[in-house]
T-cell receptor
């Protein structure tokens, strides 16, 4: 049972345009969400997070939006740069004291120069 | 330089052999984790430890064992009971589990394990 879903395995975006990566979740107990970026043969690096008490969090070119009623979050990257080409994972955490993160399957983003 | 060090980067296992993957962190983090990544899949949790001398099974613990004798170290042993060990293994750590803001996990560079 995949509780965190990234339905698009891959996405190609022109350099300078906006990249939008989507993530859906089914567990209503999740209340904290994170995005990670991963290059091949490396560990994921933390990008940005959002708590369920917010609907938007922004950090430079990266913005995460959370729609709790739809159980949906998205990561916007604008403007997209070649170095953004990587696999992006969303992850979720429940609202009780537990460190377990549940990861999605990832979306491979390719920025076209 | 603070971080998480995994070794070796590449590891080969023979049939019936146990192998141990090393994970060391100097971030003074309480919690540590082991994940497995297979091609086209997300990260699946093998084991995690919230404090020294304590650890819990994750979603796919069968065929694996861990120890947490020191705060800095969380080695993973892939035993001969793990029938499909070929994968990319990632170790992570986080400050602790008492606050949402502390639940950012930081990852090592990974170990790629292959079966000979």
């Amino acid at each position: 049972d995949q509780q965190v879903k990234q339905n698009s395995p891959s996405l190609s975006v022109q350099e300078g345009r906006i990249s939008i990566l989507n993530c859906d979740y089914t567990n209503s107990m999740f209340d904290y969400f994170l995005w990670y970026k991963k290059y091949p043969a490396e560990g994921p690096t933390f990008l940005i997070s959002i708590s369920s008490i917010k609907d938007k969090n922004e950090d430079g070119r990266f913005t995460v939006f959370l729609n709790k009623s739809a159980k949906h979050l998205s990561l916007h990257i604008v403007p997209s740069q070649p170095g953004d080409s990587a696999v992006y994972f969303c992850a979720a955490h429940p609202n009780f004291g537990n460190e377990k993160l549940t990861f999605g399957t990832g979306t491979r983003l390719t920025i076209i120069p | 330089d603070g971080g998480i060090t995994q070794s070796p980067k590449y590891l080969f296992r023979k049939e019936g052999q146990n192998v141990t993957l090393s994970c060391e962190q100097n971030l003074n983090h309480d919690a540590m984790y082991w994940y497995r990544q297979d091609p086209g899949q997300g990260l699946r949790l093998i084991y995690y430890s919230q404090i020294v001398n304590d650890f819990q099974k994750g979603d796919i613990a069968e065929g694996y064992s861990v120890s947490r004798e020191k705060k800095e170290s969380f080695p993973l042993t892939v035993t001969s009971a793990q029938k499909n060990p070929t994968a990319f293994y990632l170790c992570a750590s986080s400050i602790g589990w008492t606050s949402r803001a502390k639940n950012i996990q930081y990852f090592g560079a990974g170990t790629r394990l292959s079966v000979l």
